[in-house]
C-alpha cells in the first residue's frame, strides 16, 4: 500500500523566506521556461549556456541568459513585426526570484493563447486613465505605501521599505527603455532603487496584464522557500524560518505485522532443541571433559 500524497514532499527548500519580495533566486530557469515550452515554443542553445525560447510566430522572444555581457539574466521581448524592433521589453536580473518570472511567463502565455489583441496590448490611458496603474493595486492590497520620491515618478513602497514600484511619466528614449534601467517601470528590493539587490524594468507598452501577474506574485503573502546553503545571501530583513522536516506517515497493518515478525528471535534447527515431556527419561549428565 503506498503512502498517501504529502504536499510537503514538493517543498525545495530547507528554510521559508518572509516577506517574499527579500528572497533570492533559485538559480534554475526551467520552472519560468516550462509554461512555454509547454505550448510548443522553440527552445535554442548557443556555446556559452544560454537559451532561447521564440514563439511559432516569431513575434515574442525569451531569452535566459547567465552568460550574458550583464546581470540582465531574463530579457523578454514582442514584436508587432517579426523583423522590426520591439513593441515591448522586460528584464529581470539575476537576483530576481524565478518565482516572479514564472509568474510573468505564465500570463505571457496565456496571453499569447489569445492572441495578438493579448500579448501586444498596450495600455491606453485615452479609455482608462487609471488602466497603467492597476498593476499596482495587488501592492497597495497588501499595505504598500504611495511616494513621490522625486519629479515626475509615482512609486510605492514596501512597509518594511526594503522594496518599491516605481512609474515614470512623461517622455522616455524607446531604445534605452529596452537596454538599460531607463525604463517605464521598475520593481526593486533592496536598501534603495540604487543598491537594488534584484530590479526587474518594463518598457511603456507592455501590457498590463503581465506587469499585474508579477505585482500579485510579489505581494503574496505566503514564504518562498529556499535552500540556506545554496543561496549566497539573502537581503538584510528577511525572516528565515526553519522547514520542519516530514513527519512519517502513519503505519498500516501490514508494516504492524512486518515490524513484529522483525523482532521475533529466529528458530533454532530442530535438531538442537530438546523435547520434554512426562515420560521423558532425565538427561544424564556426561564425563566432564
Not at 495587488?138 to 499595505?143: E, N, T
Not at 539573502?234 to 515490524?259: E, F, N, W
Not at 523482532?263 to 520434554?276: D, F, G, H, K, N
Amino acid at each position: 500500500m503506498n503512502a498517501p500524497y504529502d504536499p510537503r514532499h514538493d517543498i525545495d527548500g530547507d528554510v521559508y523566506v518572509t516577506p517574499r519580495h527579500l528572497a533570492s533566486s533559485t538559480y534554475t530557469g526551467d520552472p519560468a521556461l516550462a509554461p512555454l515550452l509547454d505550448l510548443g515554443w522553440e527552445l535554442q542553445h548557443d556555446d556559452l549556456g544560454n537559451c532561447y525560447v521564440t514563439a511559432p510566430d516569431r513575434r515574442v522572444r525569451v531569452g535566459y541568459l547567465p552568460e550574458g555581457e550583464d546581470d540582465g539574466l531574463w530579457r523578454i521581448n514582442a514584436y508587432k513585426d517579426s523583423f522590426g524592433p520591439p513593441a515591448w521589453g522586460v528584464c529581470f536580473n539575476d537576483r530576481t526570484a524565478t518565482e516572479f518570472v514564472a509568474a510573468f511567463t505564465t500570463a505571457l502565455a496565456t496571453a499569447y493563447e489569445q492572441g495578438p489583441d493579448a500579448y501586444l496590448a498596450r495600455p491606453d490611458p485615452r479609455t482608462d486613465e487609471h488602466e497603467p496603474f492597476r498593476a499596482i493595486v495587488p501592492l497597495l492590497k497588501q499595505g504598500w505605501e504611495i511616494e513621490r520620491p522625486r519629479w515626475g515618478v509615482f512609486a510605492v513602497q514596501a512597509p518594511d521599505g526594503l522594496a518599491g514600484l516605481e512609474f515614470t511619466t512623461g517622455d522616455l528614449d524607446p531604445e534605452a527603455e529596452l537596454t538599460t534601467r531607463d525604463a517605464r517601470w521598475q520593481l526593486w528590493a533592496g536598501k534603495s532603487i540604487d543598491r537594488a539587490v534584484w530590479y526587474a524594468t518594463a518598457s511603456t507598452d507592455t501590457p498590463v496584464a503581465l506587469l499585474t501577474a508579477v505585482t500579485e506574485c510579489v505581494a503574496d503573502p505566503a514564504p518562498l522557500p529556499r535552500w540556506r546553503t545554496e543561496t549566497t545571501s539573502y537581503i538584510k530583513g528577511a525572516h528565515l524560518t526553519q522547514i520542519l522536516p516530514l513527519k512519517p506517515s502513519a503505519p498500516t497493518p501490514l508494516d504492524v505485522q512486518r515490524a513484529i515478525a522483525s523482532r521475533r528471535p529466529a528458530a533454532l534447527p530442530a535438531a538442537s532443541v530438546p523435547r520434554w515431556s512426562t515420560t521423558s527419561r532425565p538427561v544424564l549428565a556426561g564425563p566432564r571433559r
